[in-house]
């Protein structure tokens, strides 16, 4: 049996159906409190807004690509 954390779509009445039947196995202990109901959209921007681990620093602080300025001679 499948046990997922996300269960996503993009048909409204779908996800209305979707989010009543985890809610009924959540109440009887049978699916996972964490599980989530996500339309696609909801997951698509979820995507975009997740920080990326490569992502420079706000404070200037130089990263380790990134090339340092070299001294005036």
């Known amino acids: 049996s499948l046990n997922p ?3 996503s779509t993009a048909c ?3 996800l209305v159906m979707l989010t009543d039947s985890i809610n009924s ?4 202990g049978t699916a996972k ?3 989530q109901i996500l339309d696609v959209s909801q997951l698509l921007l979820e ?3 997740t920080p990326v681990d ?3 620093p ?3 602080t ?3 690509n990134e090339p340092q300025p070299q001294p005036v001679k």
């Open 5 to 7: 954390d996300i269960i």
């Open 12 to 14: 409204p009445f779908c």
């Open 25 to 28: 196995k959540k109440n009887n």
């Open 33 to 35: 409190e964490s599980t």
């Open 47 to 49: 995507s975009v807004k």
């Open 54 to 56: 490569n992502e420079p």
């Open 58 to 60: 706000t404070d200037g």
């Open 62 to 64: 130089p990263t380790e």
